[in-house]
């Protein structure tokens, strides 16, 4: 079953290894907001067992009040973001950056996902989501149509 459907691309799967010998990075890690400002996004594990999802987003820098989850019409959405701004008022600064990161996720959910029971937990840089399964009936998916 799938789990996440990836439609923040914005490349072509073809051209991931040119980008990777170029920039010498992760490619489809790399990614440009609305402004043209270059943005990287956590890479994520999924992994389905029996009873639920477990997602892990590494995420190191951040801390859990930096993150909001939301969950919608089966899609889950995970935003952070970090805002690195110190105000120092007796220096005399030639040259002076600020540091902002952040970064959205989005996953589509299969309908077999418990919504009201989804557990996330912040630790060690890893944004942990266990996404525990419910029964589906299949029953609603099927029906006879009679024919007039």
Known sequence: MNLI???NLS????????????????????FFNES?????????????????FALELAAPGYSKENF???L???????KAAIKDEKKEE?????????????????FTLPENIDLKTVDANYADGILHILLPKKEVSKEENSYEIAIK
């Open 5 to 7: 459907k990836r439609n």
């Open 11 to 30: 490349c072509s799967p073809s051209y991931y290894n040119y980008f990777d010998d170029i920039f010498g990075t992760n490619f489809p890690n790399l």
């Open 36 to 52: 043209g400002n270059r943005v990287t996004v956590p890479s994520v594990n999924i992994c389905e067992h029996e009873k639920e």
């Open 68 to 70: 909001k989850i939301n």
């Open 72 to 78: 919608s019409d089966n899609i889950l959405t995970i």
């Open 90 to 106: 007796d220096k005399n600064y030639s040259h002076r950056e600020y540091s902002y990161s952040s970064f959205e996720r989005r």
